[in-house]
């Protein structure tokens, strides 16, 4: 059976950005810098700082990233949401709070026809996220 497992591109901002979705999930969180890897003498001048591949294990699936690092500038997150599912609504809300606080909601927290409680949002690092209950809506 195939799975997919996103891969995101950050515009420089990658290990920040990682770092709080491995405090915000939890799982285990590597990051490989392009520095010291056999492909940095292939990079451009100053991005040594910058992250390769990046990847966050949650229970078997991964977050993947890295920062753009193509000559064309970077295009952002576009067209894309990362969605995401918990059991309870007090779980997904929990994980909704944490992912909206310094970025933009663009459909509050709240129940929903199809779910219990439901949200979209972009985080502080312009990922796009849906974060829901499992659990249908009641009555």
């Known amino acids: 059976m195939s799975l997919f497992d996103p891969y995101l591109f950050f515009d420089g901002n990658c290990a920040d950005a990682m770092r709080f979705y491995e405090q915000t999930f939890g799982g285990k969180l590597e990051l490989m810098p392009a520095a010291g890897t056999p492909g940095a003498e292939q990079m451009p001048p100053g991005s040594e700082h910058l992250i390769m591949h ?5 229970d078997g699936r991964m977050l ?3 920062d753009w690092m193509a000559p064309e500038p970077y295009p952002g997150m576009k ?3 990362v969605s995401v599912s ?8 929990k994980i909704f709070d944490a992912l909206s606080e310094g970025g933009q909601v663009h459909m509050p927290f709240e129940k929903t026809f199809w779910s219990d409680g ?3 949002l972009a ?3 312009g990922t796009n996220w849906m974060v829901g209950s499992d659990q249908p809506q009641e009555g």
């Open 79 to 81: 067209g894309i949401s």
């Open 86 to 93: 918990y059991p309870t609504a007090a779980e997904a809300k």
């Open 64 to 66: 993947m990233a890295s």
């Open 118 to 120: 439901f949200g979209m």
């Open 123 to 125: 985080d502080k690092f």
């Open 54 to 58: 990046s990847h966050l294990d949650l």
